[in-house]
């Protein structure tokens, strides 16, 4: 009899044994699958937000020139709720700017940067104004900046010399270039002579 009982305890540890580890090893497969899934849902976020920065960064159209001492290029670009937030920022978030833009958002904004590529220019550091003439199938484009810094970032492709101009839905208020539109990018009436050019910007390849 006691034999028996004693068989009949032994078999029960057994069991109670081998259903703790089956436990134990379903816990461990399920932490092996939950970590697979957190792992492959970061990689999804990831790819979602690569593809994401992508279509933030991607360029609708450019258009480029050079001459001897400049390199210019105007870029067409998908308006952005980034963009809206640096409206934000620069003129308030009660301001007519800001306002405006979240009634009426625009499609597109014009994105234009010079890049002097010459020699040292001697009295550069005492240039403290620019303007710039951006034209675009007739349609004129100003920008100036005021002081040394501003001017040497302007000249040094730091400066966006169409901030400002959208492209909205419909044609009739804001006509995007194409690839014919004619494009001048110009400076003129400065005392540095290098200073003053044309350059005729064209679709890029």
């Given amino acids: ?12 540890m057994t069991l109670t044994a081998c259903g703790q580890k089956n436990n134990e090893n379903n816990m461990d497969n399920i932490e092996k ?10 990689s999804i976020n990831l790819n979602d937000k690569e593809k ?27 308006f952005t709720n980034a963009d809206l937030e640096d409206v934000k920022n620069e003129f308030g978030e009660n301001s007519d700017e800001y306002l405006c833009l979240q009634d ?4 597109y904004k014009l994105e234009t940067y010079l890049n002097y590529t010459g ?8 240039v403290d104004e620019i303007k710039y003439t951006i034209t675009i199938d007739g349609e004129d484009i100003t920008s100036e900046f005021f002081g040394n810094r501003q001017v040497m970032e302007s000249l040094l492709s730091k400066r966006n010399l169409s ?5 909205y839905k419909d044609s009739e208020r804001s006509q995007a270039p194409t690839d014919s539109s004619e494009i001048l990018l110009k ?14 910007l064209n679709k890029a390849n």
């Avoid at 400065?190 to 044309?198: H, K, Q």
Wanted: proline share 2%; hydrophobic share 40%; no cysteine.
């Fill in 33 to 42: 699958t939950n970590n697979v899934a957190n792992v492959e849902n970061e």
């Fill in 104 to 107: 009426d958002r625009p499609l």
């Fill in 52 to 78: 994401i920065d992508n279509q933030t960064d991607a360029s609708f159209d450019e258009f480029t020139g050079s001459i001897d001492n400049f390199n210019a290029i105007l870029k067409i670009t998908p």
């Fill in 163 to 167: 901030h400002g101009k959208y492209y």
């Fill in 187 to 200: 400076s003129e009436g400065n005392a540095i002579d290098v200073l003053n050019f044309e350059i005729k």
């Fill in 1 to 12: 009899m006691k034999k028996l009982i004693l068989m009949l305890v032994l078999t029960a």
């Fill in 119 to 126: 020699d040292t220019v001697e009295g550069i550091q005492d």
